[in-house]
């Protein structure tokens, strides 16, 4: 079943991990659509400023901000109630906020992994399921799963289970709206340039010099521009599209995996390879 491409001007969209990165350009570009916007995120300075820009630059854009822990699952729960007082459909949902956590499953505690778990897979899976009758036909929900949602790298075993589960969900879901002219899309970011890295959770066994050296490595891998990606996403939400890739970083993986399926850490040296050439290449 088709659906018509997705209508911006009017729509209500929720988007959550707003106050910076994605999720502050897809707050802009929206706007800029002439969407209304209820956004979301923990940190209430950042994102009561990420609201002001968006009315100076928009003054006729409707922003109502929303602070909220998306770890606890009871603020979920208000942060869902609060959203449907403050409007009676939802056009557009965008499960975007997420959080990292580094260091081998040795290393990390059952707690760090609840918490990647509880940020980044069952905050939308419940945002989903509350806000869900709100969304009339003609709808969309985005879910942003991760380059490690297609392929799993060692020191990484909460942040891909979360990922994982959250693409298998959406996928899922995805067969039982589409019938219901809801649509969805299933974002694969590889390395988007945002605060991720340096705000990312460490396991408790790691030093303070691994700390900062695994931190330092993961930035430098987060090269692509998050307004592009922003823009990406929603050219994927007006396309209906099912599924988004983000950059080489996650594309190479993700055609290597599938054509020639092997153990990460084969993938993860021939993906460097690839990247490596493909950069000189367009140098």
């Known amino acids: 079943m088709s659906i018509r491409p997705f ?10 991990g707003a106050a910076g990165g994605m999720g502050e350009h897809l707050a802009r570009g929206l706007a800029e659509r002439g ?28 922003v109502t901000t929303f602070v909220a822990d998306l770890a606890d699952r009871d603020a979920v729960d208000r942060l869902a109630a609060d959203l449907l007082a403050a409007t009676d459909r939802v056009d557009l949902l965008v499960n975007n906020a997420g959080v990292a956590l580094a260091g081998r499953f040795d290393q990390i505690s059952l707690d760090d992994f609840d918490w990647v778990m509880a940020i980044n897979f069952s905050a939308p899976v419940r945002l989903t399921h509350h806000l869900l009758p709100r969304v009339a036909p003609g709808g969309h929900i985005v879910n942003v799963s991760s380059l490690f949602g297609l392929v799993g790298p060692k020191g990484q075993t909460a942040y891909s289970a979360s990922k994982f ?38 396991g408790g ?45 996650a594309k190479v993986p993700d ?29």
């Not at 940190?43 to 100076?56: G, M, N, Q, T, Y």
């Not at 055609?255 to 990247?275: D, N, Q």
Request: without cysteine.
């Open 165 to 202: 589960a959250l693409r298998g969900f959406t996928e899922a879901l995805r067969n039982e709206l589409l019938p219901r002219g809801i649509g969805t899309t299933t974002v694969h970011p590889g390395g988007i340039r945002t605060n991720i890295a340096r705000n990312a959770r460490i």
């Open 35 to 62: 969407s209304t916007l209820l956004i979301v995120d923990r940190d209430a300075e950042k994102l009561d400023a990420v609201a002001s820009s968006i009315r100076a630059t928009y003054p006729g854009a409707g």
């Open 255 to 283: 055609v290597v995996a599938r054509v020639a399926p092997m153990s990460f850490g084969t993938l993860e040296r021939s993906g460097t390879r690839l990247l490596r050439l493909a950069g000189k290449a367009r140098r």
């Open 205 to 249: 066994a790691l030093t303070d010099v691994d700390v900062e050296r695994a931190k330092d490595d993961f930035d430098k891998l987060l090269t692509f521009p998050a307004a592009k990606a922003a823009e990406l996403m929603l050219e994927a939400v007006k396309a209906r599209r099912p599924r988004l890739l983000i950059g080489l970083s």
């Open 7 to 16: 209508q911006f001007a009017g729509a209500t969209a929720v988007v959550t």
